[in-house]
C-alpha cells in the first residue's frame, strides 16, 4: 500500500460518501485510476464495506453501557451457544472474548434503565452457559471513531 492508497482509505474513512470524482480530484489522480485503487482496496481486504453512522440519542438510545459476561464452563458446544445466542441480540453493538475476570465484553446500547433491565434480566441472564454479569453505564463518552490510524 502506497501514500496515494493511504490517503484514499483516510478519506473514505472520513466521508465514505465522497464520490469518485471528489477523490480523485483530493489525491490529484485521474477517476478511473482513483476507481481502480479503490476497487483493488476492496479486493484485497483493506475496505471491508461501507455504511452509514447512526447516531444513538437521536434514535432514543439514552444509555450506553458495557457488560462483562463469564461464563459457567467453557467447553466448546457451550461457548459457541453462547456466542451465537449474543450475536442474535441487536441492542449489543459489540462483543469481544477478553481476558481477565470475565469472558465476553459487550458494548450494549438501551433505550433507557427499565429497556436495560428487561435486556439483562429476560435475553442476557437466561442464556444458557452465562453464570455472571456485571454492568457498567457509560456517564460520557470522551472518544467514540470507526477511523482507524491509515500509515
Do not use: W
Not at 27 to 38: C, E
Not at 60 to 65: H, P, Q
Not at 98 to 107: A, I
Not at 115 to 123: S, T
Amino acid at each position: 500500500m502506497d501514500e496515494l492508497d493511504q490517503a484514499i482509505l483516510r478519506i473514505l474513512q472520513a466521508e465514505g460518501r465522497t464520490s469518485n470524482v471528489e477523490l480523485a480530484r483530493r489525491i490529484h489522480l485521474s477517476p478511473p485510476a482513483t476507481l481502480a485503487r479503490v476497487k483493488s482496496l476492496e479486493e484485497r481486504g483493506y475496505i471491508r464495506q461501507y455504511t452509514a453512522l447512526l447516531d444513538a440519542e437521536t434514535l432514543g438510545f439514552e444509555l450506553l453501557c458495557f457488560i462483562h459476561v463469564g461464563l459457567q464452563l467453557h467447553q466448546p458446544e457451550q461457548v459457541n451457544s453462547v456466542r451465537e445466542a449474543i450475536r442474535d441480540l441487536p441492542q449489543v453493538l459489540e462483543c469481544h472474548h477478553v481476558t481477565g475476570e470475565y469472558d465476553y465484553l459487550l458494548k450494549v446500547v438501551a433505550r433507557g434503565r427499565k429497556d436495560l433491565e428487561r435486556f439483562v434480566l429476560e435475553q442476557l441472564t437466561p442464556i444458557k452457559g452465562i453464570a455472571r454479569i456485571h454492568t457498567s453505564l457509560v456517564l460520557t463518552e470522551v472518544k467514540s471513531t470507526t477511523a482507524l490510524p491509515v500509515e
